[in-house]
Nanobody, 121 residues
Framework: QLQAFGGGLVQTGGSLRLSCAAS????????LGWFRQAPGKERKFVAA????????YSPDSVNGRFTISRDNAKNTVTLQMNSLKVADTAVYYC????????????????WGQGTLVTVSS
């Protein structure tokens, strides 16, 4: 089970830190990802991290602004978001899968409930 939290309202240029807590299973066996869904749009990939944390991936739209990390001892994955833009407004979801990282939504078997991030101008 995954539970995401940390969303909220922030002004353009601000920062937010999202976290996702996992329970059940062996956390360190799972690759983790963050996705987001803006109003009226499809859910999109934001970041992914390997089971060990040694490899991370993110699209150009957030690269250099967002950082994904994990703490296997605490069963948490974090998304640090800096220099936020209005276009980053969305519901953010954490997800987990076994056998390597992926940027594809359908390859993740486990999903959190989402946390809303609103960036105002």
């Amino acid at each position: 089970q995954l539970q995401a939290f940390g969303g909220g309202l922030v002004q353009t240029g601000g920062s937010l830190r999202l976290s996702c807590a996992a329970s059940g299973g062996t956390f360190s066996r799972y690759a983790l990802g963050w996705f987001r869904q803006a109003p009226g749009k499809e859910r999109k990939f934001v970041a992914a991290i390997s089971w060990s944390g040694s490899r991370t991936y993110s699209p150009d739209s957030v690269n250099g602004r967002f950082t994904i990390s994990r703490d296997n001892a605490k069963n948490t994955v974090t998304l640090q978001m800096n220099s936020l833009k209005v276009a980053d407004t969305a519901v953010y979801y954490c997800a987990a899968r076994m056998i390597g990282t992926s940027t594809r939504e359908h390859e993740y078997a486990y999903w959190g409930q989402g946390t809303l991030v609103t960036v105002s101008s």
